[in-house]
């Protein structure tokens, strides 16, 4: 079926390790964003993408590297980890316009320890 | 930045109607009005926008202050599977920075 896949669903990993979520969609939607979750609170946006290798900084982007290959692929990467990067990742993907849903995957919760 | 307000809680009983309130009082004209919702450990929903007018869709009714700076979510018969936190959105149009999720408002409904 067509839609947006995380994986890993859950991770746990130790400070100062690199570690990468991963997000796959099929809908060849051309905007791609990574979000994160933290517990009670709201989702917040670290990286999106316009399409192939363009991408741009969200609200929060510090210790977060992302890079878009291909359309339906948008990796995101924490190149040392610290315990403040635990959290629940969203990945979401929408068509060109701006005003159009986002369709979220599942989450990946992600553990440092 | 344009960023909205919604009680922390709401209860309803099964099978009757649901309004959601959201103030957003820095609206500017280009701001568009989102609804997403969020079950227990999923990613969140779209369920509804809007710019000026009420909109309707199979999910919810969405009801907008002839001035803007409040909006209402109106579920018209609620079922236990729509207790989720539902979050209003402001989206500046061509602009994904502006996507300000908040808080938003978490609703029970009771059998």
């Known amino acids: 079926d067509a839609g947006i896949t995380q994986s890993p669903r859950y991770k746990i990993t130790e400070t100062g390790r690199q570690v990468t979520l991963m997000c796959h969609q099929t809908w060849s939607h051309s905007y791609m964003f990574w979000y994160r979750q933290d517990l009670g609170h709201g989702l917040r946006l670290i990286y999106y993408?316009?399409?192939?290798?363009?991408?741009d900084k969200g609200e929060v982007p510090d210790g977060y590297v992302v890079s878009r290959s291909k359309t339906e692929n948008f990796p995101l990467t924490l190149e040392s980890a610290t315990r403040s990067q635990t959290s629940v990742y969203f990945c979401?993907?929408?068509?060109?316009?701006?005003?159009?849903?986002?369709?979220f995957g599942d989450g990946t919760r992600l553990s440092i320890l | 930045d344009a960023k909205t307000t919604q009680p922390n809680s709401m209860e309803s009983n099964e099978e009757e109607p649901v309004h959601l309130p959201c103030n957003h009082s820095t609206i500017s004209g280009t701001d568009y009005i989102h609804w997403y919702r969020q079950l227990p450990s999923q990613g969140p929903e779209y369920v509804i926008h809007g710019l000026t007018s009420n909109v309707n869709n199979r999910m919810a009714s969405l009801a907008i202050a002839e001035d803007r700076k409040s909006s209402t979510l109106i579920l018209h018969r609620a079922t236990l599977r729509d207790a989720a936190v539902y979050y209003c959105?402001?989206?500046?149009?061509?602009?994904?920075?502006?996507?300000?999720f908040g808080s938003g408002t978490k609703l029970n409904v009771k059998p």
């Open positions: 993408s316009a399409a192939a290798d363009i991408t």
């Open positions: 959105i402001l989206r500046v149009v061509y602009n994904f920075n502006k996507f300000y």
């Open positions: 979401a993907s929408s068509e060109a316009d701006s005003n159009q849903p986002q369709h």
